[in-house]
């Protein structure tokens, strides 16, 4: 072996070697980044935890403590008593939350099927026209869509809420199915029609088992849209029993003495609200990463 021969193999050697360096400093870096945004996003919850966990007057201390000195739960034993009580306000939100999954879901699959697989003349100027909805801010229906509901009886009830929430969340929702049905390939609609199915026969036994990891990405969404919603509460309703979570959280937070804020019962609310969208994300999670993955390509 030639002398230029033995140095280009260490030349050769080392450019791997500085490559393997660079590649194992490269992971450390990412390992490190991701470890600071994980401490970004997960500080917040730790200390409105900790807030929670304060007495009354240290929770309101200036300057403020990062940690309680004593665990105290007299935050979420006044939270829990306050008005018709927690329970109840808890049923409100979870009630219109269900009935926003069912609803949602029930107007979404169709419509997204209609739209992906039947030949409607036009369809594409009505799908765009449907999605314009997601450039108007919701707030700008809610002086007609309550005058509306006040005739037709559905203000301060769950139902009248759940169509409130499900028009917000309606178009992405729409979005989110029809290409999910897009996605489907045309030989398993076309082996059911050739078999004797009828439309109805391909949505639900050949192409919705197919999205429903969609079907969990629209239920999720309408879950978390209607668990957080506050300001249609608000206008929709006007009785203390009709109020959800997030409306008698906004309203405890004065319950002081002072007239000031509340921060341990409202932090004690936060972490109450927050646990409810935690599992429900993880409970569906495996489909909801693949069926937003497939809803939002085509």
Known sequence: MSAESVASADIAQTRRLRGRAFAGRGRYLTGAICLALIAVMVMPVVLTVAASLKTTSEAAATPPTYLPTTLAFDSYLRLWDYQAGLPHYLMNSLGTALLTIAIAVGLTVPAGFALARLPIPGKEILFVFLLIALIIPYQALLTPMFLMFS???????????????????????????????????????????????????????????????????????????????????????????????????????????????DWGMLQAGIVISIIPCILFYLLLQKYYVSGLTQGALK
């Open 151 to 261: 005739q037709l009886k559905l203000t301060n009830t769950i139902l009248g809420l759940a169509i409130l929430h499900t028009t917000i969340q309606f178009p992405f929702s729409l979005y989110i199915m029809r290409n999910s049905f897009e996605a489907i390939p045309r030989e398993l609609e076309e082996a059911a029609v050739i078999d004797g199915g009828s439309t109805w026969q391909v949505l639900t036994r050949v192409c919705l088992p197919s999205v429903i990891p969609a079907v969990v990405t629209v239920a999720l969404f309408a879950f978390i849209t209607s668990w957080n919603e506050l300001l249609g509460s608000l206008v929709m309703n006007s009785k203390a029993s009709s109020f959800t979570l997030p409306v008698i959280l906004a309203a405890a937070r004065t319950e002081t003495s002072l007239g000031g804020t």
